[in-house]
Nanobody
Framework: QVQLVESGGGLVQAGGSLRLSCAASERIFSINAMGWYRQAPGKQRELVAAITGGGSINYADSVKGRFTISREYAKNTVYLQMNSLKPEDTAVYYC?????????WGQGTQVTVAS
């Protein structure tokens, strides 16, 4: 069973930066997309950023210009560089890997931005 392990979350002051990493426990084939979602208390899970197998990237409007997603397919790893963080970015961030057959999810990592 493939596991996604996230790291890099934590507490940061507004305006600060964090880098999230997500590594798969084994090679994943037929990847359609790798991405990051987040869920704040009382809110639905939302897409933050995703990168397709072909390299197309999609960002939520709220993070454009501040967050950057990148990947290392050979290492089955996806990253999320988060700059100029705002209190409204506070949420649990989840890694997602979508294949033709199944979606894999990480356990989530907490990001808290203090004002």
């Amino acid at each position: 069973q493939v596991q996604l392990v996230e790291s890099g979350g934590g507490l940061v002051q507004a305006g600060g930066s964090l880098r999230l990493s997500c590594a798969a426990s084994e090679r994943i084939f037929s990847i359609n997309a790798m991405g990051w979602y987040r869920q704040a208390p009382g809110k639905q899970r939302e897409l933050v950023a995703a990168i397709t197998g072909g390299g197309s990237i999609n960002y939520a409007d709220s993070v454009k210009g501040r967050f950057t997603i990148s990947r290392e397919y050979a290492k089955n790893t996806v990253y999320l560089q988060m700059n100029s963080l705002k209190p409204e970015d506070t949420a649990v961030y989840y890694c997602n890997v979508r294949t033709i057959r199944i979606d894999y999810w990480g356990q989530g990592t907490q990001v808290t931005v203090a004002s």
